[in-house]
């Protein structure tokens, strides 16, 4: 599986950007993506997650902000952010989970760069 992110960019405190991931290779497999993030000096964090099924979940530092979601058709997840704030300043990596129990493996895109000013 590869990953394409994009659609990072500057934006200003309260305003609102959708980044976006294409998958492409042997997708089928896919059971869960992810949206992490890493900020300068900071370690990696998971910002949403959506799983085959359509299931979401986010941590409580973007619930209610950001948005996860899949278009089947064009193999591409994305991430809607509203209401952005400076301290969501950092790189955007997706990320997919495929394989099999007994063989787990994922992939990771090349990361989206996203700068909030105040």
């Known amino acids: 599986v590869q990953l394409q992110a994009s659609g990072g960019g500057l934006v200003q405190s309260g305003g609102s950007l959708r980044v976006s991931c294409e998958a492409s290779?042997?997708?089928?497999?896919?059971?869960?993506m992810a949206w992490y993030r890493q900020a300068p000096g900071k370690q990696r964090e998971l910002v949403a997650v959506i799983t085959i099924g359509g299931t979401t979940s986010y941590p409580d530092s973007v619930k209610g902000r950001f948005t996860v979601s899949r278009d089947n058709a064009k193999n591409t997840m994305y991430l809607q952010m509203n209401n952005l704030k400076p301290e969501d300043t950092a790189v955007y990596y997706c990320?997919?989970?495929?394989?099999?129990?007994?063989?787990?493996?994922?992939?990771w895109g090349q990361g989206t760069e996203v700068t909030v000013s105040s």
């Open positions: 990320n997919a989970q495929y394989g099999s129990p007994r063989n787990p493996r994922d992939s």
């Open positions: 290779g042997s997708i089928s497999g896919i059971t869960v």
